[in-house]
């Protein structure tokens, strides 16, 4: 790995996507410094990672003092902290402010180049097709979506005041072992007799395996084509929700092909009662056009990393999903 003996940062280390890219570059003789914010889960980093060349250091993306110290000496940040529910107001200080900072201490230590992770989710859910990066951001009033495209703007800003190089990675559904939502949640649902979907279950679902991203990432940190430029990271083409839930289900009792198709109506109502109690900026107010877009078969478009980067996913769903099984099984879930 062209990394190797480097000194780099890890933001949001502690978390599902930030651990997964620790262990990766620590396996691959990468000076990792990982910034967490809590002692408990410094331990159970250190545990998870085992050896290696991993110095943690505490510190929080809003205090400035501790940016600063944790980015003297490295060459690359990679900044996969972020809050990815609350209210608009948290989201925006620690995804926005927290970016600006990073760039910032970035800037003041010298650091060659930052990887910003953003997500698919900055497109919103208007468009159908498919979706290339150079498309108009349309997050509607999801906090999550809205301050992550802002946050964006803010490593872009910084980037051009302070001539900081950057490049950013925006990530579908990532599952793998340790996702709470895009493999223990979807797997419980998976392994019901027979599994329940809205529909037919061929509308896409926009997802990617864990180690692909940490990989892009990591391609990101080098690569010279790679710098001021954003690029999707999914399955392209894309997996159907049949598909996707189809692999779990495989695992979880042997079949792959086993829906019972509700009729799309019921999910619309809900969505519909959903919204009317769901507070404002939250992903409950956006739960109709969820809805839609979960029937729809956009595609986002993987031609930019494959045409400047010849990167694209490795590790295909089945594969992917095949991975999570351990992790499962220590959580009880798969016998
Ligand atoms: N998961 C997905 O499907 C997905 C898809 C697309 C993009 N992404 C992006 O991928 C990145 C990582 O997401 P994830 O799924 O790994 O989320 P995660 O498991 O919730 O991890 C978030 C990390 O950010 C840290 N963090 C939160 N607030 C912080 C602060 N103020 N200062 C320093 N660190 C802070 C958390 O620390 P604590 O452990 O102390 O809470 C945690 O380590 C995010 O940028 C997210 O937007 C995720």
New binding site residues.
Partial sequence: MALNGQTVLV?????????ALTQRLVANGVKVRA????PR?AALLREAVGVGDIEIVQ????DAASLAAAAEGCTVVF??????GGKLGVQR???VV?ARNLMQAAADAGVRRVVH?????VYGMLYDGVITEDMAHGPGSDA?GLT?SEAEGAVREVGAARGQEYTII??????GA??H??TEVVFRLARLKPTPWFGSGKGFAHCIYVDD?ADMMIVLAEHPRAVGEAFNCTYDPAVTWRSYLGEYSRLARSVNDDFLELPPWMLYALAGVGMMFSPPYSPGKMLPDYVDFMQKRAQFSMAKARDLLDWEPQVSLEEGIGRCAEWLRQRGLLT
Avoid at 59 to 62: A, E, K, M, T
Avoid at 117 to 121: A, D, I
Wanted: one cysteine or more; proline letters at 2%.
């Fill in positions: 933001t949001g280390s502690s978390g599902f996507l930030g651990s910034l967490v914010r809590s889960k510190g929080d993306v809003l900044h996969c902290a972020a809050a990815l200080q620690v995804n927290g992770v953003s997500t698919l989710s999550y992550k925006r990530p579908g559904m990532i599952f340790r996702s939502m895009w991203v």
